[in-house]
């Protein structure tokens, strides 16, 4: 028997219009290639990094506690509780996101989607394929990061806002290509984690789709911070 809709993506779209309709009455599937709900918001983007950045800001509190009177000897950053930390928020919500679906009497089909015709879905996933039907069908399936050519990521030296989540000690040194607002938010978090990074930016100036007093004021706070930041340049090639 057909559903009613098909959505193909886990993401805030896809599972707010799966739970909606789940609550209407609609006979409807969601469908997520990756093991855990939310996309990437939830998974390697708005979630995990607000979570590291709280705790960049809770450490750069005790490493400057004594300007506001208060003595902390030695404090000692433990980025693997960090990160482990950072995890169990993620699948928490994950799971949040998971539960909601179940409430709505929506059925969750783990696999990759492709359209194969009208009203045809076909799931591919670690236990074979199959082919589902629908009146309806929403993609949903959000966006990748663009990679640059020979700059593959290889999750040691190279990384994107994915692997770079997944470190389990804070790097000595960041160099971070582009500085629009991921590319600022890391550079924030790791520098008060004590990194010494380094930001480039081929347009004019940082996060270039923000006003123009945004910009400045950031790149004041940064130069603040002893966050090198360097405008209209291009990366040209990466030596290991």
């Not at 996309?39 to 950045?53: E, Q, R, S």
């Not at 940082?206 to 911070?225: C, G, M, N, W, Y």
Request: proline share 4%.
């Amino acid at each position: 028997m057909p559903y009613d809709l098909i959505v193909i993506g886990s993401g805030p779209g896809g599972y707010s219009a799966a739970i909606r309709a789940g609550q209407y009455g609609l006979k409807t599937a969601l469908v997520e290639k990756q093991p855990k709900l939310g996309g990437t918001c939830l998974l390697v983007g708005c979630i995990p990094t607000k979570a590291l950045l709280q705790t960049a800001d809770v450490w750069e509190r005790f490493v400057h506690s004594d300007k506001e009177g208060i003595q902390c000897e030695n404090p000692r950053l433990d980025y693997p509780r960090v990160k482990e930390r950072k995890d169990g928020i993620v699948n928490k919500h994950s799971n949040g996101v998971g539960l909601l679906l179940k409430r709505a009497k929506v059925e969750r089909l783990t696999g990759y989607a492709t359209l194969k015709g009208k009203g045809q879905v076909e799931i591919r996933g670690e236990s074979g394929s199959q082919t589902i039907e629908a009146k309806n069908i929403i993609l949903a399936t959000g966006s990748e990061a663009r990679m640059l050519p020979g700059l593959e990521a290889d999750a040691e030296t190279i990384l994107t806002n994915i692997e770079i989540l997944n470190l389990t000690a804070v790097p000595k040194s960041l160099i971070i290509i582009g500085a629009g607002a991921v590319g600022v938010e890391f550079a924030s978090i790791f520098r008060r984690f004590g990194t010494e990074v380094t930001v480039i930016e081929m347009l004019p100036r940082a996060v270039p789709v923000e006003d123009e007093d945004i910009s400045k004021e950031l790149e004041r706070a940064f130069r603040k911070q002893k966050i090198r930041v360097e405008t209209g340049a291009r990366a040209e090639n990466v030596q290991k």
